[in-house]
């Protein structure tokens, strides 16, 4: 039985930071959450160097500040959550228009397919956030453009996270399903300017949202 190689240290740094990554943008590690290196090298079964090299690129990408000599989740103000969601308005609605132009046939099929077999009545906020977020990033995927796609993962700093879909209420559940299939329709018919328009309107649902239920 062939035995996997040890990963070298790099790859191991890597995989912790994109799991604490992916713990803060879900919203699974919350604002003002605490990080102790120690339990993280016990929780992910690592040494306390590739942990703390991953807490120092999340520092670099502002997702945690250092307190009282401890890292803590970064909490953004209102202000923040605002200028973030004008980028992301931008990268999500010029995704849309550019998977109408670029996306091939099966792209587009899985779109729908994934889109059409999602949960009817979401039992968890969680499961609403998680179908959000695939979707998005299967709209971004299918503008084919590799570039495009790391500039689009790197302004992931205030997604749809678990949180945010927590603020939803059933109104507004129907009213972003509706805008997923209207954004899905546009980019079968290859028509840009409706799918980038709606793209917008649904980040712009989202920051509404955030901006009256802030607490």
Same mark, same amino acid.
């Given at each position: ?163 945010? !879909?927590? #603020?939803?209420? @059933? *109104? ?9 299939? &209207?954004? =899905?329709?546009? /980019? !079968?018919? #290859?028509?840009? @300017? *409706? ?9 712009? &649902?989202? =920051?509404?949202? /955030?901006?009256? #239920?802030?607490?």
């Amino acid at each position: 039985m062939a035995i996997d190689p040890v990963p070298p240290p790099e790859s191991r740094s890597e995989g912790v930071y994109r799991t604490l990554r992916e713990d803060i943008l879900s919203g699974r590690l919350r604002p003002r959450d605490h990080l102790v290196e120690v339990d993280i090298a016990e929780r992910l079964h690592v040494s306390r160097t590739p942990v703390r090299e991953s807490l120092q690129r999340l520092a670099a990408d502002g997702l945690i500040v250092s307190h009282r000599r401890r890292w803590v989740v970064y909490e953004h103000t209102l202000a923040e959550i605002a200028d973030i969601y004008e980028v992301r308005m931008a990268l999500e609605g010029y995704a849309a228009r550019l998977a109408c132009q670029r996306a091939t046939q099966e792209q587009v099929e899985q779109l729908h397919l994934f889109f059409h077999t999602r949960p009817r009545h979401y039992q968890r906020f969680a499961a609403f956030a998680d179908v959000n977020s695939r979707l998005h990033a299967m709209i971004t995927d299918a503008a084919n453009n590799p570039y495009f796609q790391r500039l689009a993962d790197g302004h992931r700093f205030y997604t749809f996270n678990h949180q945010v !879909a927590a #603020r939803y209420d @059933d *109104a507004d559940i129907t009213e972003s399903d509706t805008q997923h299939g &209207l954004i =899905l329709d546009a /980019i !079968a018919q #290859r028509d840009p @300017d *409706a799918a980038e328009r709606v793209a917008r309107e649904h980040v712009q &649902l989202a =920051l509404r949202v /955030i901006m009256e #239920r802030h607490h």
